[in-house]
């Protein structure tokens, strides 16, 4: 089985400033995809990013990017310049990529990070 | 059209009442999903149909009844259902079962009296 690992419930940053969410997973699988979703105030789920374990390079999505370390089992977000607008609960989350290269459809998430920006 | 909708926002219903969610995208999408999310929890999976047919049903009482009338609609039908049971409801859909982009709906707050 796979779990996914956030171990900070709450984090806080300033305006303009950076701050790195953590997640580690376990999993015996070696092809899968990791994502962050976030969830704000209006509780819908937005993908953020998302990157396949067979690539090397770290996924990045304009001020987001995250820190793959494949044997490490870590998957980091870094949030550069954070925004008011980026307050939201941060879920890491983990799918298996079956043998044909489609996924598994099922996600398994992280308990989430809620992240606050200050003015 | 990148959206997944979901009606009605908010549901306060009674434990003897009969109720239904429903969920609506015109993405094209042929796989639809219910979750259920608890607060301050992450989301738990319930239902995936796949092409109009229920593929997965994860354990779900059946006091839930999931139905994919077409490919761009789905319901969750709610019957007696426990007080335990109020939780954020999240649709989401995908182009198939092996696409891993899920695009989620804002969700139903649910709330059983």
């Known amino acids: 089985a796979q779990t996914v690992t956030q171990s900070q419930p709450e984090m806080s940053v300033q305006e303009a400033e950076t701050v790195t969410l953590s997640c580690t997973y376990d999993t015996s699988e070696s092809n899968y995809y990791l994502f962050w979703y976030k969830q704000p105030p209006s509780r819908q789920m937005i993908l953020v990013i998302r990157?396949?374990?067979?690539?090397?390079q770290n996924a990045t999505e304009n001020r987001f990017s995250v820190n793959f370390q494949k044997a490490a089992k870590s998957f980091s977000l870094k949030i550069s310049d954070s925004q008011l607008g980026d307050t939201a609960m941060y879920f890491c989350?983990?799918?298996?990529?079956?043998?044909?290269?489609?996924?598994?459809?099922?996600?398994?998430f992280g308990k989430g990070t809620l992240l606050t920006v200050n003015p | 059209d990148t959206e997944v909708t979901q009606t009605p926002k908010h549901l306060v219903m009674g434990m003897t009442n009969k109720k239904s969610l429903k969920c609506e995208q015109h993405m094209g999408h042929r796989a639809m999903y219910w979750y259920k999310q608890k607060a301050k929890k992450p989301p738990e999976l319930m239902f995936v149909?796949?092409?109009?047919?229920?593929?997965i049903n994860e354990s779900v009482p059946s006091r839930f009844s999931p139905e994919c009338p077409n490919s761009s609609l789905l319901n969750l039908h709610l019957h007696a259902l426990q007080p335990e049971d109020s939780a954020l409801y999240l649709c989401a859909s995908s182009l198939g079962l092996s696409n891993e982009k899920l695009f989620f709906g804002s969700g139903t707050q649910l709330s059983v009296l």
């Open positions: 990157q396949e374990a067979y690539k090397q």
């Open positions: 989350a983990f799918m298996i990529v079956e043998g044909g290269g489609g996924s598994n459809y099922k996600l398994t």
């Open positions: 149909y796949s092409y109009e047919k229920l593929s």
